[in-house]
């Protein structure tokens, strides 16, 4: 994840990158490889001090990856059934991804397939669907359980969350149990197993709030 978008949040506020260097506490050459896009993962201290100093979030000086669109947007067909994305390709643990097994999101395939979106979501526009992959979260989810997400609501200790991670040309979803989080990083629980597992913030593209499954059953 790259932040060039800092020079613009700067320049907008008309402070220099040495007035941000010492307002902040980040040396001066280091905002500037932040805004080039030379430093691809400054560490999430640095970037809090930053936010901190331009009166903003991170979130308005993070570039946005033109490989990969999550598309979380619901949408109307014919003007009558309303739909929701269904993420539901599967990212198998390996060498390249050491999460777990996790669900794929992907600007090319994103959208391919819809589900009918639940009542209990009619409120957010940006709710999504995902299958469970792996039995990290039994016996509350099952593989291949449909679960419902909406990303607009804020994290809670105890909430069952998709954590999700960018990769080169992809981003990755896993649904685990959210145990506290903090500025620094999130503590997350495998059910089947019972550990817990800190991930630094730094290392997160989003956390989201799952709402809801529909079970397959019959072994469907």
Do not use: W
Request: charged share 25%.
């Amino acid at each position: 994840m790259s932040y060039t978008k800092l020079e613009q949040t700067r320049k907008l506020r008309r402070i220099s990158q040495a007035e941000l260097s010492q307002m902040a506490g980040v040396s001066q050459s280091q905002i500037s490889k932040i805004e080039k896009g030379t430093t691809e993962k400054p560490s999430h201290d640095k970037l809090v001090r930053i936010a901190e100093a331009l009166n903003c979030r991170i979130a308005d000086f993070m570039d946005e990856d033109p490989n990969v669109q999550p598309l979380f947007n619901s949408f109307t067909q014919s003007g009558e059934a309303l739909f929701i994305p269904l993420f539901q390709e599967k990212q198998p643990m390996n060498q390249t991804f050491n999460k777990g097994e996790g669900f794929v999101l992907r600007s090319s395939e994103a959208t391919q397939t819809q589900i009918r979106k639940p009542s209990f979501l009619t409120y957010s526009e940006k709710a999504y669907a995902c299958i469970n992959f792996g039995t990290s979260m039994s016996p509350r989810y099952r593989a291949g359980d449909t679960l419902f997400v909406d990303p607009t609501l804020d994290v809670e200790a105890g909430d069952d969350v998709v954590l999700m991670f960018q990769l080169p040309d992809r981003i990755v979803g896993i649904i685990r149990e959210l145990d506290s989080f903090d500025d620094e990083a999130i503590t997350a629980r495998d059910l089947a197993s019972g550990k817990a597992h800190k991930i630094n913030r730094a290392d997160l593209y989003a956390a989201h709030v799952v709402v809801g499954s529909q079970r397959k059953r019959g072994g469907v």
